[in-house]
């Protein structure tokens, strides 16, 4: 689609705003009902609104308005089902369908009480449940609608804020290119969506499958006069007979076979001349002037010095707990993931030297920046992965909100290329897996950790993080 194309759309939408607010209101409305509003993509779309109200296409005012009247109008119709069918409701389709969500949803509100209303409306998978469950509950009507109707107002220019701020600065540019920023960027945020949610139920599907596959066989190879001996050398020692390990260890082959297909000369010419160049040229006609620093202050977070640094300090923190067999496997795992991904750099070239960008000293095949931040924060998600259940969330989402960011700042710099981002990540993954092996069958405790800790590891990463820009800014 051409800008010539979608011009008739936003010359149209432009004489007749009504209809984008109604639009706006139709997605509040829907991402806010029980149970679909699991499987409509709200925040996407709402961003992808916000994009056309910061250029001006659709007016601010009108479309806040619309789109906070259809959350609430959502949110008031799903409490009205919830209180209409209350201790029935697990028996109504489609609540029946998702008994795990209801789950969740009844413990959030038993644990917040009134204002999980407010703090629900922004957790994207209880949202369209809580309201149901709150009028299941039976909780007063006038006090939902006195804790949902702020909360649905504040909720709409929240989820629009990202594509606002984009759509209002692509106005700095000019109109031709600015209506391109506004295209490219709707179909991203539509395709991130589609991608998340492929990935995501893919994930779901494969895991359940490998799990079956893998008790089966692991159950087998365990009474196996001859196979029993490998069982035994992988198996946990806190539970020995859970089918972790050959899950582990098939991943990470897949994940080791991935890096060698990439690395293959033809696959990787294909992907620097239809995805890298391309992705590289995008990136460098939306580049701005003021957003380069931020965007290198951030991407400093994944520098070789300053996970070296990490990696000291975390090392001294396990050894002060006297976490024997994780520190040396901290240790070891480390050391032998840097000295194989330097091997692979050796043996193959960065695609940026056959490319026409010019060539920057952290550009290698793979990215060992990337594959050491990998190594780094994947393996201190293997160390302790199995802390409790209410805090076990934590690190693998600041792990993976950090590896975006990091990755996102890196190409839009030009510092890297997006095959040796996705090269870095199978290979530095592989490796992790067959450390977490090791670890697992060893390692016959949980390592516990409290706020403290929490605090230290933290430091372990920013500290050095904010040295180097320091070092950077003021001594360069």
């Known amino acids: 689609m051409d800008i010539q194309t979608l011009k008739p759309y936003i010359d149209w939408l432009q004489a007749n705003p009504e209809w984008g607010g109604f639009f706006a209101f139709l997605v509040a409305f829907g991402e806010s009902i029980a ?17 056309l109200v910061g250029t001006g296409i659709l007016p601010i005012t009108t479309t806040l308005i619309y789109a906070g009247i259809g959350a609430f109008l959502g949110d008031l119709l799903s409490f009205g089902i919830g209180y209409y069918y209350r201790d029935h409701i697990r028996e109504v389709w489609p ?9 969740k949803s009844e413990k959030f509100f038993a644990d917040h009480g009134g204002k999980s209303i407010i703090l629900g409306r922004f957790v994207g998978f209880i949202r369209p449940l809580l309201p149901a469950i709150a009028g299941s509950l039976k909780m007063s009507p006038l006090k939902f609608i006195a804790y949902d109707f702020p909360a649905a107002m504040v909720w709409s220019p929240v989820y629009m804020a990202p594509g606002y701020i984009l759509g209002a600065f692509s106005l700095r540019f000019p109109q031709e290119l600015a ?9 991203v945020l539509l395709m991130i969506w589609l991608l998340y949610w492929i990935v995501k139920e893919i994930f779901i599907i494969s895991f359940r499958a490998l799990y079956r596959i893998c008790i089966k066989y692991w159950t087998r190879w365990q009474e196996h006069h001859h196979y029993s001996k490998y069982t035994q050398m992988m198996a946990m020692q806190r539970n020995p007979h859970y ?35 391309r992705l590289a040229n995008y990136f460098m006609q939306i580049r701005l002037y003021w957003l380069m620093p931020v965007a290198m202050v951030i991407q400093y977070l994944g520098s070789t010095i300053v996970l070296f640094l990490a990696w000291l300090g975390i090392s001294i923190w396990l050894y002060q707990r006297k976490q024997f067999i994780a520190f040396w496997h901290w240790i070891i795992v480390i050391c032998i993931g840097f000295g194989i991904v330097g091997v692979f750099m050796r ?30 924060t994947g393996f201190l998600n293997v160390l302790i992965h199995q802390e409790r259940k209410a805090k076990r969330w934590l690190l693998p989402t600041v792990t993976l909100i950090s590896f975006i960011l990091i990755s996102f700042c890196k190409l839009y710099l030009g510092l890297l290329w997006f095959t040796d981002l996705i090269a870095a990540t199978f290979l530095a993954l592989g490796i992790v897996g067959f450390g977490a092996l090791s670890y697992l069958h060893y390692q016959p405790h949980i390592i516990h950790l409290d706020k403290k800790n929490y605090i230290y590891l933290s430091l372990a990463f920013v500290l050095p993080w904010l040295l180097i820009v320091y070092l950077e800014y003021f001594f360069s």
């Open 35 to 51: 149970v679909i509003g699991l499987v409509v993509p709200g925040a996407v779309i709402m961003s992808a609104i916000g994009l």
């Open 95 to 103: 609540f029946r369908t998702v008994p795990h969500w209801l789950d």
């Open 179 to 187: 209506t391109k920023i506004l295209l490219y960027s709707i179909v």
């Open 243 to 277: 089918p972790f390990p050959l899950m582990i260890l098939l991943c990470s082959m897949v994940s080791l076979g991935l890096f060698l297909l990439i690395s293959l000369p033809i696959i990787s010419e294909l992907s620097n001349r239809f995805i890298d160049t």
């Open 347 to 376: 043996l193959f070239a960065s695609a940026l030297q056959r490319g026409f960008i010019v060539h920057h000293a952290s550009m290698t095949f793979p990215s060992l920046e990337m594959a050491a931040f990998v190594l780094l």
